[in-house]
């Protein structure tokens, strides 16, 4: 069943664990489970940045390899920035998507949007080209940046070949064995580097709504 492009994206995301439930075996998708109330008991996320207080910048590249500057996106207006754990991960791609669809009017409020994860520059070029991104899509390798913005946490021992079972072999996509990985958060910040909107969740199914993003832009520039 398709998914309806008009849908919010948690409407998105419920139909897709609809149609997702019957297809994963019954014991791994407990083990996932069990990984994913671990992350989410942990607090993992509780000392990201939130609003008031000013975003890390960062250096980053793209996945064509060319740098990216936090400090130059603001030079040109507001920025939104989104953390997301890989190309392998359906509800990371739904969100990529819907913030794609409103990226003409993120821009014509004169922001900037950019998406982070710990994958290398040729797995966020995957990621973009199947995602159909027209935004960059930058490799925060190691996680540095993420670490910054008090979102990085390890899977378990155990839940590493549940995920590598389903198709997520983190060394593969992220080039290191750490097993590490972000929690999903989207910031908008001001062209000062305040942030104005922080959403952080540790349980990896919750997206921030694109509707939120544009209504914290125009809070930043109502009459744009």
């Known amino acids: 069943m398709a998914i309806a492009d008009t849908a919010t994206l948690a409407q998105q995301i419920e139909e897709f664990q609809q149609n997702m439930s019957s297809r994963t075996p019954s014991d791994v998708g407990a083990g996932l489970r069990a990984e994913a109330e ?9 000392q990201a940045p939130m609003k008031g207080q000013r975003a890390p910048d ?8 060319e740098t990216v500057r936090l400090a130059d996106l603001r030079q040109r207006g507001p920025g939104v920035v989104t ?25 014509a409020r004169g922001a900037t949007l950019v998406a982070i994860s710990p994958q290398t520059p040729d ?54 064995a750490l097993w590490e990985l ?5 910031f908008v910040m001001a062209p000062d580097g305040t ?6 969740d540790p349980d990896y199914t919750h997206r921030l709504e694109p509707a939120a993003i544009l209504a914290a832009l125009r809070a930043l520039a109502p009459g744009h």
């Open 83 to 107: 953390f997301y754990r890989g190309a392998w991960c359906p509800y990371c791609n739904l969100a990529l998507r819907a913030y794609q669809a409103v990226l003409p009017e993120i821009t």
């Open 123 to 176: 797995n966020s070029l995957t990621t973009a080209e199947k995602a159909g991104l027209t935004f960059p899509v930058l490799s925060d390798v190691g996680n540095r940046v993420a670490r910054r913005y008090g979102l990085v946490f390890a899977l378990s021992e155990a839940a590493r070949p549940l995920y590598t079972a389903v198709g997520s072999d983190l060394p593969a996509y992220n080039g290191d």
């Open 195 to 200: 942030v104005r909107l922080a959403f952080v």
């Open 38 to 46: 671990r992350i989410i008991r942990s607090g993992i996320g509780a």
């Open 58 to 65: 960062f250096v980053l590249p793209d996945a064509l390899g």
């Open 182 to 186: 972000p929690v999903p958060g989207t």
